[in-house]
């Protein structure tokens, strides 16, 4: 073999090696999700759900289908609730899995959401890991006398986007778990689920909706 063909191999070799070596470090796989952290979230649902459960009602929940876009947070919540609601002896009756695109924003569409509340019972509770709904008027109107409550993830930027204190008010909304604005960027040396979740997240009660951030385009009160 000739040593121009020579050095036209290696060349190539040393081409197709820094293209590899640039694809791996621009495509990195992300970390796992933390356990403990997103485990306690479907913990503390639970424990909403059952302080909110009256005369033998029972949990319907709506949660993220992962079958065809896997969401490894949103198993690790669901696994948490689930456990938690089989310690508290939860009457989980149906649970809606909801087809989501990755892309978009994380929540169920009205509609789809007075379907579930309509089919509701007075006591049931409902478990939203898709956040709260968002009704028009003529829908909230459909569920007069309804006396369920609803028990809500709504993470992320959800408390900066939209006026959670209005859905506690028109009793759509009666437990909610939001992200803490500026968690510390040292991370908790535990394996205390409870302190994982007091450090990125906070539990809002009708006793605590002061506690919630308004919205950005809400301005300052």
Known sequence: MSSAKVKTIVATLLIAGSA????????????????????????????G???????????????????????????????????????????VGATNYVKLDPLRVVKLQPADYL??????????????FLGPPFLAPEQRAKLAG????????CSGAMPWQVDL?????QGLLHAAIISRGAPSATLPQTEDSQVWFHHFY???TPASVTEM???????SR
């Open 20 to 47: 590899l070596a640039m694809l791996a470090y621009f495509h990195k796989t992300p970390p796992p999700p933390n356990r403990l952290e997103h485990e306690a979230v479907g913990r503390v649902l639970a424990e």
């Open 49 to 91: 759900a059952a302080k909110l459960l009256a005369g033998g009602g029972r949990v319907s929940v709506i949660a993220r289908d992962t079958a065809l876009f896997r969401n490894p947070a949103s198993d690790l919540q669901f696994r948490g609730f689930m456990a938690a609601a089989k310690k508290l002896k939860l009457n």
């Open 115 to 128: 379907g579930i509340l309509q089919r509701l019972n007075e006591g049931d509770v409902v478990v939203s």
């Open 146 to 153: 309804k006396g369920f409550r609803i028990v809500a993830l």
């Open 165 to 169: 204190r209005e859905l506690f008010g």
């Open 202 to 204: 906070q539990l809002i």
């Open 213 to 219: 951030p308004f919205p950005v385009n809400a301005g």
